[in-house]
C-alpha cells in the first residue's frame, strides 16, 4: 500500500496537493477549517477527517497548507501531541525564519519535520512542470520523497529549514519584476494598434528568453569575476534609462515598476562601476540602501 498522506488546508493549493496524492493512490485524508470546501475531492476517495487533530491521526505523513505562518502555527499548536512520531511537511508559504521556529516547535515535539517552497501554481501540481523545494530533515526527505514526488518534482536545497524559503522567496524576487515589467510593456503598446498577443508571441516572449539566456554568464561574472570588458556597460546603460522613463510618460504610463532601475544604475555609475557590466549591481543591492 502506499503511504497514506494527510492534507490540513484546502484551499487552491491543498486541493490540488491532495488531488495529486489521490492520484498517485495515496490513501489521503484531507481537513480544512471550512467543513465542505472541494467536494470534488470525495469523488476521488479522499476521506474526510472530523477535526484536524482526527487527520493527523490517520497516517505518517502530514502535509499542511493553510495561508500562512501565523494560521499554521494556531492550527498546529493544540496538535503537537498528535504529531509526535509523524513527519510533517509544512508548504505554507513562510519566511526562513518562520521555518527554522516551526522546526524547533517540531523538534520540541519529535515531530520529523521538512519546510517546503512551492515553485508551480496549483494547475501545475503533479504535472512535469512543478516542482517543489524542501528543506529540513535529511532522513524525512530520504523516506517520503517519493510519495511527495506524486505532488511535483521534490528537490532537496538543505538540512536548515529556512533553505527552502529563502530558495523560494529568492526566485518569486527575480519573477515579480519580470512579470511587472512584461505587464509595463503590455501598458506602453495599449493604446496602439498592436495586437497584445501577437506582441507577445513574435516579441516580448523570445527577447525575454534570448535575455534569459545571458544569466549564466551574469552568475559566472559574480562567481569567478568578468573574462573580458562589459559587453553592455553600466554607463552605457544608466545614460540611455531615462529615455524609458520618458517614453512611459510619453505613453501615459506610470513608470513606478521601471524607475527604480534607473537609480540604481545611476547609483553604480556615481559608485565607480560605470564601466562594468549588470553583475556588479549584485554587490551594490547587498550593500544596502
Ligand atoms: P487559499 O486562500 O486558496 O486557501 C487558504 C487556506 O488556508 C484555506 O484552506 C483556508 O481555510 C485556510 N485558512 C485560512 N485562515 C485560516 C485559519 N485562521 N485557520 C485555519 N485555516 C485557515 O490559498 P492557497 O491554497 O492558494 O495557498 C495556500 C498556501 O500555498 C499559501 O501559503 C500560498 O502562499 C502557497 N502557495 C500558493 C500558490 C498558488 O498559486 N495558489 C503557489 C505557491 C504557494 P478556509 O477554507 O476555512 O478559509
Known amino acids: 500500500m502506499k503511504t497514506p498522506v494527510t492534507v490540513l488546508g484546502l484551499g487552491a493549493m491543498g486541493t ?36 484536524a487533530a482526527e487527520a493527523v491521526a490517520a497516517g505518517p505523513l502530514v502535509v499542511v497548507c493553510l495561508l500562512d505562518d501565523s494560521t499554521v502555527r494556531a492550527t498546529l499548536e493544540p496538535l503537537a501531541a498528535d504529531l509526535t512520531g509523524r513527519t510533517l511537511v509544512n508548504l505554507t508559504s513562510s519566511l526562513p525564519s518562520q521555518a527554522r521556529a516551526l522546526a524547533e516547535w517540531a523538534a520540541g515535539h519529535g515531530v520529523d519535520f521538512l519546510d517546503g517552497g512551492i515553485m508551480a501554481v496549483p494547475v501545475l501540481i503533479g504535472g512535469p512542470q512543478a516542482f517543489i523545494l524542501y528543506s ?3 532522513a524525512a526527505f530520504e523516506q517520503y520523497a517519493s510519495d511527495l514526488k506524486a505532488a511535483a518534482r521534490p528537490a532537496y536545497v538543505g538540512k536548515d529549514p529556512g533553505m527552502a524559503s529563502l530558495h523560494d522567496f529568492t526566485l518569486l524576487s527575480a519573477m515579480y519584476p519580470m512579470l511587472g515589467g512584461a505587464a ?59 529615455e524609458l522613463v520618458d517614453l512611459a510618460v510619453e505613453q501615459g504610463v ?33 550593500g544596502g540602501a
Open 184 to 242: 509595463h510593456a503590455l501598458a506602453l503598446i495599449s493604446g496602439e494598434d498592436i495586437s497584445p498577443t501577437a506582441f507577445t508571441d513574435d516579441y516580448l516572449v523570445p527577447w525575454l528568453s534570448a535575455m534569459l539566456g545571458q544569466l549564466p554568464a551574469m552568475a559566472k561574472d559574480l562567481e569567478h569575476g568578468p573574462d573580458g570588458p562589459a559587453g553592455s556597460n553600466l554607463a552605457m546603460q544608466a545614460n540611455g534609462f531615462h
Open 16 to 51: 490540488a496537493l491532495a488531488r495529486a496524492f489521490l492520484a498517485a493512490g495515496h490513501p489521503t485524508t484531507v481537513w480544512n477549517r471550512t467543513p465542505g470546501r472541494s467536494r470534488e475531492l470525495d469523488a476521488l476517495g479522499a476521506v474526510r477527517a472530523a477535526s
Open 254 to 286: 506610470d513608470p513606478a515598476m521601471i524607475a527604480p532601475m534607473e537609480k540604481l544604475l545611476q547609483r553604480a555609475v556615481s559608485e565607480g562601476h560605470g564601466d562594468e557590466d549588470l553583475a556588479a549591481l549584485v554587490p551594490l543591492l547587498r
Open 136 to 138: 529540513g530533515s535529511t
